[in-house]
Every structure is written in C-alpha cells, then in structure tokens.
Nanobody
C-alpha cells in the first residue's frame, strides 16, 4: 500500500519549535519531489515548502522563509519539516506530499495538484 504517514504535530507556545516527520511506505521517496502544505480553519490550502528529488531545488512560502526547513532522509524513506519561531499564524493542519516529476530538479509550492501522494495531516497549534 502506497502511503505517507505523518507525525510530530502538537501544541507549542509562540516562539517554540516543532519537527514534523512523514514516512513513506510502498514507494521510494528519493525519486519524488516532496512538499509540505497546510490548511488553517476557514482558509484555503497553502503551500509551505518543497524539495526536489535531486535535492538541488528548495522553495518556501514567504511567510515561513528563514523559520522552516524542509529535508529528507533517503535511508529512512522519510521527509521532515523543521519549524522554528512559531507564531499563532502557523496554526493549521499540515500535510506532506510526494510528486513523481520528470524533472528531478523541480518542485513547487504553488500547485498541490502536482502531487501524487498525500499524508493524512497532522495538527499544529501555536498558542500560549
């Protein structure tokens, strides 16, 4: 069964940090571009970050640049999103995703339709 399973969400105080993990099963994540998206209550889904399968290209939403870092561990078939300096505006359900792109140097945070597989989502709440 092809799936992405997320973990690491939770409640954190403003200014705190969290690391989200997303483990792939049934396929080899190293051949896929990966991305993280989020959706806050009452808002549309937003692209947060992406990383090409080659590792050459990364992209971040302006709202998270300098605070979030995307990475992958090919040996563990797992991707990560390290989040620091969290604010209440970061509160959302976070989704990981994987895209099988012909261009191994490509990734996008603009179009979620590019992605083939999605995690179930993990809640991140930033509150004091």
């Amino acid at each position: 069964q092809l799936q992405l399973v997320e973990s690491g969400g939770g409640l954190v105080q403003p200014g705190g940090s969290l690391r989200l993990s997303c483990a792939a099963s049934g396929f080899t994540l190293r051949y896929y571009a990966i991305g993280w998206f989020r959706q806050a209550p009452g808002k549309e889904r937003e692209g947060v970050s992406c990383l090409s399968s080659s590792g050459v290209r990364t992209d971040y939403a302006d709202s998270v640049k300098g605070r979030f870092t995307i990475s992958r561990d090919n040996a563990k078939n797992t991707m990560y999103l390290q989040m620091t300096s969290l604010t209440p505006e970061d509160t959302a359900v976070y989704y990981c995703a994987a895209a099988n792109l012909l261009d191994w140097n490509a990734c996008t945070v603009e179009d979620g339709r590019t992605y083939d597989y999605w995690g179930q989502g993990t809640q991140v709440t930033v509150s004091s």
